[in-house]
């Protein structure tokens, strides 16, 4: 019989790997939290309609790789509801705060999220399946200010703040404007007249959305069309004068906070809701899928879901690319304090109460046993732990133990009571 494995595209996390995402994730939480968003978490399965509507039917994620059944109709004469495995949150959230009215109380709502995503992508290094993604809104009213260029550079200094706070170094912000809807219209009919004489010699799927959405053609991968994009007019050009003061004052919020930008006029993202302000980050470690996140304001969205007037921006970070990096970063030092290793079964027990003393003091310990010789607990040790405590019948008499650090390869008697703090200390002093 053939042995089952994880469906193409899926993987499964595992440690010590899943500690750097458990750190990615506390991190992102308490970052949120200093900019006073609180979490929201929406279904994972929603109606096909919402992304259809939202997202946009011509988009790769709508036409190609979503995850899409029929439910069981409840009853014989009642048409059966297609569902579908959520391909991004952004949707979702607009879909909660109109069903739950949050615009009504006039402030700005501030929620992220942290969840699995799904897309049926050809997988590789840094695209699958099932991935997660680490994402905010910002949506209210106009009333609540949500329109401000203000909110823009906000959620751009705070993802500099957050990615500084991980560690990850290197990374690019792109920066572009994709107009307001009016903009859009004007660069639709730009672009419509710009086709008009190259796309007999696009690919077909150029052809189709010359035709029904223009702008999507930005997004073909296939390379011969790539010299005649090259050819195609940018959106900037398009931008009326309130598009062009928006994006000054978020450019000029970013001069001040510090946070460094490239422009980038063809970066048109690869979702429909967009307007005015886009960005993406890319880390160059990453190779082909160099986006570690991506984002932008989207002003017309709750109407588009039927909703009431209501700005938003947003981003989500692709979480397993975050981690990607870190990992590439990183030799990651072990995180476990100590490993305790008893000479001798019978010194079990007292390794057992002195793991829970220091556990209990916050320290990360391993137990090992006593039935292992000692170059065996050695060898555990120091794939595990930055240090290992030797406990034998001497030191369980004396109360002196013996503590070998790895990085430094010193050995160090420490009475009992100052274990603790000891362990505490960085393994490299
Ligand atoms: P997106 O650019 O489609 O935007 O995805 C955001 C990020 O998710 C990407 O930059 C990437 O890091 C990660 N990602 C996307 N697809 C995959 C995949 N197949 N495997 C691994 N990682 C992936 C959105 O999803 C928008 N909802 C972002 C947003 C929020 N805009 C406004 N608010």
Redesign the pocket.
Known sequence: MSTLKAVRGTRDLLPPETVLWNRVEATARAVFARYNFGEIRTPVFEDTALFARGVGEETD?VSKEMYTWEDRARAQSEKPQSLTLR?????GVVRAYIEHGLGESGQLQKLYYIGP?F?R?RPQK????Q?A?I???VIGPPSSGSESPLRDAEILEMLATLLNELGITGWTLHLNSVGSAADRARYDVALRAALVPVVGQMCADCQRRAVTNPLRVLDCKVPADQPIIETLPVIADSLDEASQTHFAAVTAALDAAGVPYTLNPRLV???D??TRTTF?FTHDGLGA?N????????DGLSEALGGPRAP???????????VLTLLAQESAPPQVDAYIAPLGETLNTAALVLARELRHKGLWIELGDGSFRLKKSFEAAEKTARRIVILGEDELQSGILTVKTFSTGLQTKVPRAELGVFLSEPASK
């Not at 391909?87 to 949707?91: I, L, Q, V």
């Open positions: 994620i391909p991004e949150n952004t949707a995503q897309r992508e840094g695209r699958y399946r991935f993604q994402g905010a809104e993202r690869g979702l809701y967009y993406e899928q986006a570690l996140l991506g984002g932008g304001r989207y938003g921006i947003g981003f989500a970070i692709g979480e397993d690319r975050l």
